[in-house]
T-cell receptor, first 113, second 112 residues
Framework: NAGVTQTPKFQVLKTGQSMTLQCAQDMNHNSMYWYRQDPGMGLRLIYYSASEGTTDKGEVPNGYNVSRLNKREFSLRLESAAPSQTSVYFC????????????FGSGTRLTVV | QKEVEQDPGPLSVPEGAIVSLNCTYSNSAFQYFMWYRQYSRKGPELLMYTYSSGNKEDGRFTAQVDKSSKYISLFIRDSQPSDSATYLCAMSATGANSKLTFGKGITLSVRP
């Protein structure tokens, strides 16, 4: 039972490069989320998808785009990476909304130099 | 005022101590209350889940919710070095479009 799978686990980018973080869940969840976690800042929501076919901005969406490819997959794209985007990125999913809790992936550690 | 406030820590205790972790919140619509545990370099995992007010016990862990005071707590009895982690409180209102609101987390270290 894989749960939420994120790839890659580690990545180093140069400023201005682009990349896509992949996330897939096998729990038939409707909602998916992307967070970043920085020291002293806690988890901050970047984008979320309440259901297949919908996406919405979270607290810190600037510099990111997302695609809900199908019910299982939700990708996060950095079009032109900046050092301020150095962070640990977590994908999460839930059955529907927050009341059931989220299942998190193991994270992607991204460094932008 | 942020919707969810959590003691920033860090917190260091000796093995065997009783640990009390707390969060306060301002949104009276919150009905679901959770605690997540996050080990170093791992993703958060759901530790305790409570609906509305009251207590819930699971082994050495007890979660308490006091909606009248807008205050939730997690107690860890007979703390172990394996409990060393970051603990995040999280809460949500009802509804399909609700989202979890997280505290910033507190890092706990249990000294052998």
């Amino acid at each position: 039972n894989a749960g939420v799978t994120q790839t890659p686990k580690f990545q180093v980018l140069k400023t201005g490069q682009s990349m896509t973080l992949q996330c897939a869940q096998d729990m038939n969840h409707n909602s998916m989320y992307w967070y970043r976690q920085d020291p002293g800042m806690g988890l901050r929501l970047i984008y979320y998808s309440a259901s297949e076919g919908t996406t919405d901005k979270g607290e810190v969406p600037n510099g990111y785009n997302v695609s809900r490819l199908n019910k299982r997959e939700f990708s996060l794209r950095l079009e032109s990476a900046a050092p301020s985007q150095t962070s640990v990125y977590f994908c999460a999913s839930s059955q529907q909304g927050g009341g059931y809790g989220y299942t998190f992936g193991s994270g992607t550690r991204l460094t932008v130099v | 005022q942020k919707e969810v406030e959590q003691d920033p820590g860090p917190l260091s205790v000796p093995e065997g101590a009783i640990v009390s972790l707390n969060c306060t919140y301002s949104n009276s619509a919150f009905q679901y209350f959770m605690w997540y545990r996050q080990y170093s370099r791992k993703g958060p995992e759901l530790l305790m889940y409570t609906y509305s007010s009251g207590n819930k016990e699971d082994g050495r862990f007890t979660a308490q919710v006091d909606k009248s005071s807008k205050y939730i707590s997690l107690f860890i009895r007979d703390s172990q070095p394996s409990d060393s982690a970051t603990y995040l409180c999280a809460m949500s209102a009802t509804g399909a479009n609700s989202k979890l609101t997280f505290g910033k987390g507190i890092t706990l270290s249990v000294r052998p």
